[in-house]
């Protein structure tokens, strides 16, 4: 059983930068992904990166602004986000696959952490 916790949520102005964090309870070698979702809406893919930190697939709607990297020491995984829009607006949720494969469904995924909240104002 793993735990994630995220951190690093807020408000931002349109056009802003965030770092979101999520540190595991120990250390894995799941492939890792981000999730959003606003409500009334499905949980929504956003990126994956394998154990050591590899990018593996990034949403279109955030290519070229959102990014992962992994801290192995630190059992954290952060999501980079850039010119953030008020669309990027959702709880934002990381999740562990114990597969090895790249993933999207949230389905698939194995552990979740709680979620941070992500406003982005225009």
Do not use: I
């Not at 802003?16 to 799941?30: D, H, I, K, P, V």
């Not at 009334?40 to 394998?50: D, H, I, L, P």
């Not at 669309?87 to 552990?111: G, M, N």
Request: aromatic share 10%; proline share 3%.
């Amino acid at each position: 059983q793993v735990q994630l916790v995220e951190s690093g949520g807020g408000l931002v102005q349109s056009g802003g930068s965030l770092r979101l964090s999520c540190e595991a309870s120990s250390r894995t070698f799941y492939n890792m992904g981000w999730f959003r979702r606003v409500p009334g809406k499905e949980r929504e893919f956003v990126a994956s990166c394998t154990w050591n930190g590899d990018p593996l697939e990034t949403a279109d709607s955030v290519k070229g602004r959102f990014s992962m990297s992994r801290d192995h020491n630190k059992n954290t995984v952060y999501l980079q986000m850039n010119s953030l829009k008020p669309e990027d607006t959702a709880v934002y949720y990381c999740a562990a696959d114990r597969a090895l494969l790249p993933r999207r469904a949230a389905s698939e995924y194995d552990y979740w952490g709680q979620g941070t909240q992500v406003t982005v104002s225009s």
